[in-house]
């Protein structure tokens, strides 16, 4: 490994746990409309955008695995969700996709649903909880919107990152 790629990694980390850091402590990030953002989802899907296919699972199950400590839940849950979906990132992105802020924002658009939606099913739906409809509704369409606002901010945070410690 090249030192540009050592720093690179070394900043994605610092990154993550940093961002960890502010979506983890009370009271830093209000609530909008009962719902808080997870900021590490689109950390993690902008840091595979720039990555190949298995740092970017690493850095998704990293990612994944903080999201998951701070919730009561199934534990691996966001670890697997998102190093699956940060491989499909990454792989689009470097095969298939042209990386530019439109794609990114399809990219988020579809996956962050996706992830809180199939969260929403395993932790409510599938337990049988009371009012889900009305959970969902309250919850979590303000928490996937508050979520998506915050893509165009990691993009452009870990695009000057990749640029500037690029090997290449």
């Not at 395993?122 to 508050?146: Q, T």
């Amino acid at each position: 490994m090249d030192n540009f790629r050592a720093v690179k990694y070394i900043a994605f980390s610092i990154e993550i746990l940093l961002v960890f850091i502010v979506q983890d402590t009370p009271y830093l990030l209000p609530e909008v409309f009962g719902g808080k953002a997870v900021l590490l989802v689109p950390t993690a899907l902008s840091i595979a955008i720039f990555e190949d296919e298995i740092p970017s699972v690493l850095f998704g199950a990293l990612c994944g695995m903080l999201i998951d400590s701070g919730y009561s839940g199934p534990v691996g849950f966001y670890a697997i969700a998102l190093s699956l979906i940060c491989y499909t990132v990454s792989f689009l992105m470097a095969n298939r996709i042209r990386t530019n802020m439109l794609t990114v924002m399809i990219v988020a658009f579809v996956s962050i649903p996706v992830l809180l939606l199939l969260q929403f099913v395993f932790y409510y739906v599938f337990a049988d909880y009371d009012h889900a409809f009305e959970f969902f509704v309250k919850h979590y369409i303000s928490r996937i919107i508050y979520t998506l606002v915050f893509v165009p901010v990691f993009y452009k945070l870990n695009k000057f990152i990749a640029v500037r410690l690029s090997s290449k």
